[in-house]
């Protein structure tokens, strides 16, 4: 399956960049894509799809889901 290419929003000296829900399987080319970019922490927004201690052992830090997402939205 093709996957969108990541969106980069600047705003003021704030940098976000948003991106697709990896997997296990594809979490390696995601979190080299994530140095590409500098990310240093990862704020998810939906169910985790993905072992976050993968991303940790890489340097990134991930934060979320909030407790009252519900992947429903």
Sequence with gaps: MNR?????ITYESMRFLITHSPTNATLNKFTEELKTYGVTTLVRVCDA????????????????????CTGSH
């Excluded at 969108?4 to 980069?8: K, L, Q």
């Excluded at 799809?49 to 009252?68: F, R, S, W």
């Design 4 to 8: 969108p290419a990541p969106v980069e």
């Design 49 to 68: 799809t993905y072992d976050k201690a993968l991303v940790e052992k890489e340097g990134i830090q991930v934060l979320g889901p909030c407790p009252d």
